[in-house]
């Protein structure tokens, strides 16, 4: 019989690893290049022993180089995740702010002058925008990809005072690079 070529089916890219709970680089930290026990093999390195490139090794390993590794986030999602990444802003402000106003000035005035009406409306206030800020946070970590350790990071800062505003800073920097890097990728990798 003649060789014929095998019909495979159109392997779509996967995830970046390091954004994948499920992926053995997930795992990896910079510093260890073993593999952890039972974790699989180590994450393509930038380039290998022999001086070829990440791509090379991948080619040969059969994993995907770095480059050639599908955002999370896809064009057409673009929008959705702008839409989400400015109402978890807004919530996260407002969070911040009034969690700030509760314990810089509605609690001292609670203990110090006797006045605990500010506190029950404020605390109040804070407690109901802080389940929209989760709320808010899992939809933006849905659409964005990001693991559930972001998602516990995020909520824990919605109870610190001027934290909020930090973690806010941070999740924009993350989306706003995973959206350059999804035009990035699909600006080299076209659509059909």
Not at 43 to 60: M, Q
Not at 108 to 116: E, I, R, S
Not at 140 to 159: D, M, N, S
């Amino acid at each position: 019989m003649p060789d014929q070529p095998s019909e495979q089916p159109a392997q779509r890219p996967t995830q970046h690893p390091l954004d994948d709970v499920t992926s053995d680089a997930f795992y990896q930290s910079a510093d260890d290049p073993e593999p952890a026990p039972g974790r699989g093999a180590a994450p393509v390195a930038d380039t290998a022993s022999d001086g070829y490139s990440a791509s090379r090794v991948a080619e040969d390993s059969g994993e995907l180089a770095p480059e050639d590794i599908e955002p999370w986030i896809a064009p057409e999602e673009i929008p959705a995740v702008k839409g989400a990444l400015l109402r978890y802003r807004v919530m996260a402000y407002l969070v911040g702010t009034l969690l700030i106003v509760l314990v810089c000035i509605a609690m001292p005035l609670k203990y110090w002058a006797d006045m605990p009406q500010m506190t029950s409306v404020v605390g109040v206030a804070h407690g109901w925008l802080y389940a929209l800020l989760l709320i808010t946070a899992y939809m933006l970590g849905r659409k964005a990809g990001w693991p559930l350790w972001r998602l516990a990071v995020i909520a824990l800062a919605g109870t610190v005072p001027f934290l909020s505003f930090v973690a806010e800073y941070y999740a924009r920097t993350d989306v706003q690079r995973r959206i350059g890097e999804t035009k990035a990728y699909y600006a080299d990798h076209p659509v059909d």
